[in-house]
């Protein structure tokens, strides 16, 4: 895609998230209708309503893309673009009337021969949207464009040392992921400035986009999880690092400001 178009598909990906979105702050403080639940997670009807709103808009502008979602897949995701959508990140946070959630949108675009660093499976992230509808505020990226935030453009932090930063972390599912990520949990605490952990992939990028964070890492995540983020990252001087691991779209990564990853993993 040329620069017009990426403008165009940006607009498109912006009013679908801004849709999602609006759905969210409606139905917040409204019972929930729990599709399925387990002890670590939650689906929600208003995931399914959410998608199908998301995938309206896309399929309406772009009817030969196909969409990779949480909520399933439509088309082929091997062609050579395709949507990566989460519509909402963070569903156990809104399920609980946490008003920490976003709707999370990427276009991505398979290449030719080998990937290069930061692809996801084989494809670049070529636009991403990440979308907060409690406080209002779209982040967006285009891999010809800086990263803004309500349309002012922002840059990763510039700390350098673990003992003023800030990191956020994700704990997966996945017994095994679990059992990976405690021992870094428990060796960072003593040599950052904080900890937190937030339960939205998609927020925790787009601040570590703005400099409010300083790096995010989890063992285990989906890629419509963190996709949007990622260019959302690289396009604001920061960078994102991440390993493919057992589980269908599932990597391990680690985003950053582009000046802790190897102390991060040195902790």
């Not at 995931?47 to 897949?73: H, M």
């Not at 709707?103 to 080998?114: H, K």
């Not at 002012?152 to 994700?170: D, N, Y």
Request: net charge positive; proline share 4%; with cysteine.
């Amino acid at each position: 895609m040329n620069s017009t178009q990426l403008r165009k598909a940006l607009l498109v990906a912006t009013e679908a998230a801004r849709a999602a979105g609006a759905m969210m702050r409606a139905n917040l403080r409204k019972p929930k209708h729990v599709n399925e639940s387990t002890q670590h997670d939650i689906k929600l009807e208003l995931d399914v309503r959410c998608q199908k709103r998301i995938q309206t808009s896309l399929q309406k502008a772009y009817p030969t893309i196909p969409i990779l979602g949480e909520e399933g897949i439509l088309g082929d995701p091997n062609a050579e673009f395709r949507w990566v959508v989460d519509p909402i990140d963070g569903t156990v946070n809104f399920a609980y009337d946490i008003p920490h959630a976003c709707v999370c949108i990427a276009l991505q675009q398979r290449r030719a021969g080998r990937p290069k660093a930061g692809d996801l499976y084989g494809a670049e992230t070529i636009l991403g949207v990440t979308y907060d509808p409690f406080l209002d505020e779209l982040w967006t990226a285009t891999r010809d464009q800086k990263s803004r935030c309500n349309g002012r453009p922002i840059q990763v932090s510039k700390r350098a040392k673990l003992a003023e930063a800030i990191i956020t972390m994700g704990f997966s599912k996945k017994s095994e992921s679990i059992s990976k990520a405690l021992p870094t949990f428990t060796g960072l605490i003593p040599k950052v400035r904080k900890v937190r952990m937030f339960g939205s992939a998609g927020l925790s990028m787009a601040w570590i986009a703005a400099g409010r964070l300083d790096a995010y890492l989890e063992a285990g995540v989906r890629i419509w999880d963190v996709a949007a983020g990622s260019i959302l990252i690289r396009q604001a001087g920061g960078e994102f690092w991440h390993s493919e691991v057992a589980g269908d779209y599932a990597v391990e990564m680690i985003s950053s400001n582009g000046l802790l990853r190897r102390k991060l993993r040195a902790a």
